[in-house]
C-alpha cells in the first residue's frame, strides 16, 4: 500500500490524473460536437469546430486546476500553439492518413486519432507548461 500511496502523491502522477479528467471531459464536447457538425459538413470542418469548442474550456481547466498555476502571455501563447500543433499536425494528419489513404470511415477513424493525439497534447503541454512557469519564475 505505500507504494500505491507514493505514486499517488507524486505531483506529475496527479497531473496526469486531472490532465486525464479535464481531456476526457474536453473530449467528450469535441466528439458530441464532430459528430453533429459531420452531419452537415465534411469532417475536416467537424474536426476543427469541435476542437476550438473544447479547446476553450480546456485552456482554464488545464492552468488553474491541472497545472495549478497562473494565466501568463508565454503559457498562453506555449497552450494554444501546441494545441495549434495538434491539431493541424497530429489530428488533421491521422484523419487524413486513416480516411484518405487507409480508407477507413471518419466516425472509426475519429477514435483512434483522439486517442494518439490525447497522448501526444499531454507531453507537448507539460513541456509547454514547465517551460513557461521557468520563463517566469526565472
Known amino acids: 500500500m505505500g507504494?500505491?500511496?507514493?505514486?499517488?502523491?507524486h505531483t506529475e502522477t496527479r497531473q496526469f490524473i486531472?490532465?486525464?479528467?479535464v481531456g476526457g471531459t474536453c473530449?467528450?464536447?469535441d466528439a458530441i460536437v464532430f459528430y453533429i457538425v459531420r452531419l452537415f459538413a465534411p469532417y475536416q470542418v467537424a474536426l476543427v469546430s469541435g476542437y476550438l469548442i473544447s479547446l476553450c474550456a480546456n485552456y482554464?481547466?488545464?492552468i488553474y486546476w491541472t497545472f495549478k498555476t497562473s494565466p501568463s502571455a508565454h503559457n498562453f501563447v506555449g497552450i494554444i500553439g501546441a494545441h495549434?500543433?495538434?491539431l493541424f499536425?497530429?489530428?488533421?494528419?491521422?484523419m487524413w492518413l486513416f480516411v484518405e489513404v487507409f480508407e477507413w470511415?471518419?466516425?472509426?477513424?475519429?477514435?483512434?486519432?483522439a486517442i494518439i493525439s490525447a497522448v501526444t497534447n499531454f507531453l507537448?503541454?507539460?513541456t509547454v507548461v514547465k517551460f513557461s512557469k521557468k520563463k517566469s519564475n526565472g
Open 84 to 86: 495549434m500543433f495538434n
Open 89 to 94: 499536425v497530429v489530428r488533421m494528419g491521422l
Open 105 to 113: 470511415d471518419d466516425s472509426i477513424a475519429y477514435i483512434p486519432m
Open 3 to 9: 507504494k500505491a500511496k507514493e505514486i499517488i502523491n
Open 27 to 29: 473530449a467528450i464536447i
Open 124 to 126: 507537448v503541454i507539460r
Open 60 to 62: 482554464f481547466l488545464t
Open 18 to 21: 486531472r490532465f486525464c479528467i
